[in-house]
């Protein structure tokens, strides 16, 4: 199943290359659910945050979720649930160079590419 990226639908790779070089950046939001003993940390789908744009729209719901989903889970719902916020005021944790590095072909470096002399014996 292919990972879905939300905020690229309809963009050209130029356009999406033009927005990463002036800032726009790939982050995910972290929210924790509780239940009784159990904490759960879990991170949204891969958001696609443009160069300027506030990422407060998309973060708010999950911020919302851990603190109003049975945080109090002993001992980690608190503490998971203050990582949780935290991250997202933040602005979500980026992604990234992971994101371009799975979409990217990567070049040959020196050490893989095919050998240019032949070797005779």
């Given at each position: 199943?292919?990972t879905?990226?939300?905020?690229?639908?309809?963009?050209?790779?130029?356009?999406?290359?033009?927005e990463?070089?002036?800032?726009?950046?790939?982050?995910?939001?972290?929210?924790?659910?509780s239940?009784?003993?159990?904490?759960?940390?879990?991170?949204?789908?891969?958001?696609?945050?443009?160069?300027?744009?506030?990422?407060?729209?998309?973060?708010?719901?999950?911020?919302?979720?851990?603190?109003?989903?049975?945080?109090?889970?002993?001992?980690w719902?608190?503490?998971?649930?203050?990582?949780?916020?935290?991250?997202?005021?933040?602005?979500?944790?980026?992604?990234?160079?992971?994101?371009?590095?799975?979409?990217?072909?990567?070049?040959?470096?020196?050490?893989?590419?095919?050998?240019?002399?032949?070797?005779?014996?």
């Amino acid at each position: 199943m292919a990972t879905q990226i939300v905020g690229v639908d309809g963009m050209a790779v130029s356009e999406l290359k033009d927005e990463l070089a002036r800032g726009g950046r790939f982050v995910v939001f972290e929210y924790c659910i509780s239940i009784v003993v159990m904490t759960f940390k879990r991170s949204s789908a891969i958001y696609f945050i443009r160069a300027g744009q506030n990422s407060l729209k998309h973060s708010a719901g999950f911020t919302l979720l851990s603190l109003v989903a049975r945080w109090w889970g002993i001992p980690w719902g608190p503490i998971y649930t203050i990582g949780s916020v935290v991250t997202n005021v933040a602005g979500g944790r980026d992604v990234t160079q992971g994101v371009i590095a799975a979409l990217m072909p990567t070049a040959p470096t020196p050490e893989t590419a095919p050998s240019k002399t032949w070797n005779v014996a």
